[in-house]
């Protein structure tokens, strides 16, 4: 892996696809088998594959959701508690990933 650049970050699909794909999907296998992997996959499919992964400066990230969540969530399986606990933990893993992906974490 080349060394993080905030500025590549910006076209981060052309620099860091890779990184990402990877980030986003360790996330995905860290919870699978963890969470109902019904809920998990739509939130993985409707929700996440539209998000957009943003560098917050000092080696944070956070995850940009779509901005009609409210309106995709109604489509998913399980009640909105549910939805919401296992999205929360789908975007904190992610974030973390992608700290550890681009080696801000230990």
């Known amino acids: 892996m080349s060394e ?7 076209e981060k699909y052309v ?7 990877t980030a986003y999907s360790n996330a995905y296998q860290y919870l699978h ?3 109902d992997s ?3 996959r739509a ?3 409707q929700i996440l594959s539209e998000s ?11 995850v940009a959701l779509p901005d009609d969540l409210a309106e995709r969530a109604r489509s998913l399986p ?3 508690e ?12 992610i974030e973390y990933e992608l700290r550890r992906v681009f080696e801000f974490e230990d």
């Open 38 to 40: 019904e809920i998990l």
């Open 82 to 93: 549910q939805f919401q606990a296992v999205l929360e933990e789908f975007t904190d893993r």
């Open 4 to 10: 993080f650049d905030p500025e590549k970050f910006e």
């Open 15 to 21: 620099h860091y696809f890779e990184e990402l794909e």
């Open 33 to 35: 088998g963890q969470r």
């Open 52 to 62: 957009e992964p943003v560098y917050e400066g000092d080696g944070e990230f956070r």
């Open 43 to 45: 939130i993985d499919r």
């Open 78 to 80: 399980g009640g909105e």
